[in-house]
């Protein structure tokens, strides 16, 4: 965070209601950016308290502890390790539990408590503790663990969200009390004379009070990733230091005949459970309510029904996306026609016009009109990730994924690339493990998405002969699977290969429980959607505009003195397709082919346009149809053949299964990974991947004699 101003940080599990909270406090008044360097999400927001008062509210991505394990806690980790040097501290800490998990969840909040700040335990889903006829004791919960507050709440039905106003009120106030010291955790002589270097070491060189330099010294013993957080902290001969007081420390515990790995998690547990029942806090749990959601699991994670519902769902999210999508696209692109209409009529000729049109309107329009597809495809995704479902998908793809270096959750971002790469890409977030994340983005690109659609439908249309196969398999039909199919395959062996090479940071972690199932809350959902939308446009279209802007001029000068008829030819556009021409000759393009290529930088489907355009084709009537006839009809003078065979349009899609061509998702990439190094490498790759399959295709079809 780079402001100063006093805040307050929402921290707990994942799906305990973090984001619910936040947003009830903040309403539309949130600020979303990653954090520097990284494709985590941080949002920041202003919670009106009433009364006058506001507060700033960060919310902190979710973790089970501050172990790190994830991304997600390592995040979380580094920044409460930056607090415990006096940097941009909060105020106070609202801990965020499931209070229907209450025991798991509370394993968060005693790792806060050691923190020396004031934590207010907001203690969500109550309305779930309610249903089940449990009871939780407050008064005695708030004195065992020592906080500021407890708060009980559901964000589902929005009550208790006042009260924790009012106590946010007076912790910025500074009037707050803790009735007690907060809860510490006991550790045994034994293994408080074990960690005591370690402890000695924070004491002097973090300056960590006594008690948190245990627990500091007890974390790392458990993870050597929890003993990372502190390399900026520390200098190399340092962190060599702690590394061999941690190695020893560790042999020690081990021949006490402890796991290492799981210590401060059984001290933690044994700590929580025996408060608990000491308190009479929880209520034995209704057997009832927790055997509907195994019930639910029975047929939805079932073997064989499982991956069949799966597939339905995918199938109806895909059918929606296309059908619900296309009315609104339509508008979309009618408003962008009237705007560019109204520029039209409201400026003088020329060529600041020009570009204000064609390369502005039409440059953001492009984009504009993915928005309804992602919109709709984010809906489902939350759809399915708030409601548990999602981490169902993830446990039972993630073998058959995980060997080609993916996880289970890549699977519906994948899918999603058929209809467009951006949305996929955008749902990638869900992916914790980053490695696991940008391999995910890095092929999603090659999933054949719906701008490749007019490309095939044209070659396919005009080249592929209409014949049957074996009785029944039209051979259209055949070569458009195959384009489909080979971009899949080719995606999955490239995450195969290059998963090799990229350095894993954070291990993936399916320790994660399935959570229950539960019905999503709307108004967090449609908040949600508007702030991806709106992130979307705005990060997205900055980067499309400069593109765009570059393209119009490319394709727009040098201006000639007849300006009646287009020349593009003339232009740079056409100069640099005949330029490359030599190059693209091996894959049995020419020159006007090769603009197209140029030009499907802005979409793919742009190519259809553009040779349309250099075939002079009048835009009267069937766009298609008259370019099908134009492309047939073009003769090469040299060799007195036709230029397009149906090797040459085999070839072409081919290319364009591979290749990168649209900035809209270099863009997204750019934002998603936070760095230019990736869409460059994406780029590369796939480029040459077009190339050398294209050329394969054309050289190895006129060896064998095809044409
Ligand atoms: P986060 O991961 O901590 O940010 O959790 P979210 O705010 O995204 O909430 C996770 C899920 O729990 C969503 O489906 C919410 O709709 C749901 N949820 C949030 N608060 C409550 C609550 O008080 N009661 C119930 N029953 N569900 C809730
Ligand atoms: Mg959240």
């Not at 209520?283 to 029975?298: C, F, G």
């Not at 399915?384 to 479902?389: A, I, K, R, T, V």
């Amino acid at each position: 965070m780079s402001n100063s101003q006093p805040y307050v940080a929402l921290m707990g599990n994942p799906n305990s209601g973090k984001t619910a909270i936040f947003n009830l406090l903040t309403g539309l008044n949130q600020k979303v950016s990653n954090y520097p360097g990284i494709t985590v999400e941080q949002r920041l927001g202003t919670a009106d308290l009433s009364e006058g008062k506001t507060t700033q509210i960060l919310d902190l991505p979710g973790t089970y502890s501050l172990t790190p394990e994830s991304l997600d806690e390592k995040i979380v980790a580094s920044q409460v390790v930056e607090w415990m040097q006096g940097k941009n501290k909060p105020a106070a800490i609202i801990s965020v539990v499931d209070a229907a998990n209450l025991s798991r969840n509370l394993y968060l909040t005693t790792q806060l408590l050691d923190l020396n700040i004031p934590v207010i335990l907001a203690l969500n889903m109550m309305d779930r503790v309610k249903k089940r006829k449990q009871e939780i004791d407050l008064e005695n919960l708030k004195s065992m663990l020592g906080v500021t507050a407890v708060i009980p709440m559901s964000a589902k039905q929005h009550w208790g969200i006042e009260a924790l106003q009012e106590s946010l009120r007076e912790v910025s106030a500074k009037n707050s009390h803790s009735s007690k010291t907060p809860l510490q955790l006991y550790i045994p002589e034994k293994i408080e004379n074990i960690l005591e270097p370690i402890s000695k070491f924070f004491e002097e060189y973090i300056a960590y009070p006594p008690n948190l330099a245990k627990t500091q010294a007890l974390r790392i013993i458990t993870r050597k990733s929890a003993l990372e957080v502190y390399e900026p902290h520390l200098s190399p001969s340092r962190i060599e230091q702690l590394i061999a007081l941690r190695d020893e420390a560790v042999e020690h515990i081990d021949a006490s005949a402890v796991n290492h790995r799981i210590l401060e998690a059984r001290l933690r547990y044994e700590l929580i459970d025996r408060e608990l029942q000491s308190y009479h806090l929880e209520k034995v749990e209704n057997p009832h309510i927790e055997s509907r959601s195994e019930k639910v699991d029975k047929i939805l994670t079932h073997r064989i029904w499982g991956p069949l519902i799966f597939i339905g769902l995918l199938y109806g999210i895909f059918q929606s996306i296309f059908t619900w999508a296309s009315l609104p696209m339509d508008w979309i692109d009618l408003g962008i026609g009237l705007v560019g209409d109204a520029v039209i009529t409201a400026m003088p000729p020329g060529i600041f016009r020009d570009l204000i049109v064609e390369g502005v309107v039409a440059g953001v329009g492009s984009i504009l009109i993915f928005l309804p597809q992602i919109l709709i495809l984010m809906f489902f995704m939350t759809l399915l990730e708030d409601s548990g479902y999602m981490a169902r998908v993830a446990f039972m793809m993630d073998a058959v994924m995980s060997k080609v270096g993916l996880h289970g959750k890549s699977v519906l971002p994948l899918m999603s690339g058929y209809a467009c790469a951006i949305p996929g890409i955008m749902a990638t977030r869900t992916i914790d493990n980053w490695k696991e994340r940008l391999i995910t983005i890095l092929i999603l690109p090659l999933m054949s998405c719906s701008a490749r659609l007019p490309v095939y439908t044209l070659m396919i249309g005009a080249f592929i002969p209409q014949k049957t196969i074996g009785g029944i398999f039209n051979l259209q039909g055949i070569i458009m699977v195959c384009m489909y199919f080979l971009g899949t395959i080719t995606a999955l062996i490239i995450a195969a290969v290059i998963s090799r090479f990229i350095e894993n940071r954070g291990k993936s972690s399916f320790v994660m429980e399935l959570p229950p199932y539960r019905i999503p809350l709307a108004t967090s959902l449609f908040r949600q959607l508007f702030i991806r939308g709106k992130l979307f446009v705005v990060n997205a279209g900055k980067i499309i505009m400069a593109i765009s802007i570059v393209l119009w001029f490319l394709a727009s000068f040098p201006k000639m003195e007849d300006q009646s008829s287009l020349h593009i030819q003339d232009s740079y556009a056409g100069k640099i397709g005949q330029f490359i021409e030599p190059a693209i000759a091996p894959l049995g393009f020419d020159w006007k082919i090769g603009i197209g290529l140029i030009t499907s930088f802005a979409a793919r489907e742009v190519v259809v346009s553009t040779l349309a355009t250099l075939y002079n084709v009048e835009n009267e009537g069937d766009d298609v149809l008259g370019i099908t006839q134009a492309l047939k009809r073009d003769i090469d003078p040299v060799s007195g053949k036709p230029r397009y065979t149906p090797l040459v349009a085999l070839s072409i899609m081919v290319f364009y299964v591979y290749a990168a061509q649209c900035m809209a998702t270099f863009a997204i990439v750019r934002n998603e990974t936070n760095s230019w190094k990736w869409p460059l490498f994406m780029m590369i790759y796939m480029t040459a991947l077009a190339y050398f399959g294209s050329l394969l295709v054309y050289q190895g079809g006129q060896i064998m004699g095809l044409s």
